[in-house]
């Protein structure tokens, strides 16, 4: 699973989002091309989807704003990388060249997470496990 996180699998791919323009059009698109299982989740305040194979929890889903859309921002995939300090590794970033785009923040009981940009400007996510974390594939 992409997300077992023992210390050897610091650094690697563990997560992705969806982030999309219409949700439910997404639900609908990846569950008829893949089979993928989506299903809606609560965390802290808000509400978000899940991508599911297999009884596999292993991407979210979330629909952009009005004012995303309207700054044009697209519809998008995020990949993330574990990491065992989210804000060690900004700081780290940014003095090597990186922008930080979000800030670190916590996702209520699911992970502290940040988006930076490389020096060349590709986006990646950063992903600290949060006390309680259930590896991919595990039920929320």
């Not at 060249?97 to 209520?108: L, R």
């Not at 400007?121 to 600290?128: E, K």
């Amino acid at each position: 699973m992409l997300n077992d996180r023992p210390e050897g699998q610091l650094g690697r791919f563990c997560w992705v989002d969806l982030a999309s323009a219409d949700a439910g059009a997404a639900k609908s698109f990846y569950r008829d091309l893949f089979g993928w299982t989506a299903r809606e989740r609560s965390i802290g305040k808000g509400q978000f989807g899940t991508f599911e194979q297999a009884d596999e929890l292993f991407a979210s889903l979330y629909q952009l704003t009005r004012k995303q859309i309207e700054q044009g921002v697209p519809s998008h995939w995020t990949a993330y990388v574990s990491v065992a300090d989210v804000d060690a590794a900004v700081s780290k970033a940014a003095s090597l060249g990186g922008e930080v785009i979000v800030p670190p923040h916590d996702v209520a009981g699911f992970a502290r997470i940040s988006l930076i940009l490389d020096p060349a400007g590709a986006l990646i996510g950063l992903r600290q496990g949060a006390p309680g974390d259930r590896p991919l594939g595990s039920p929320l």
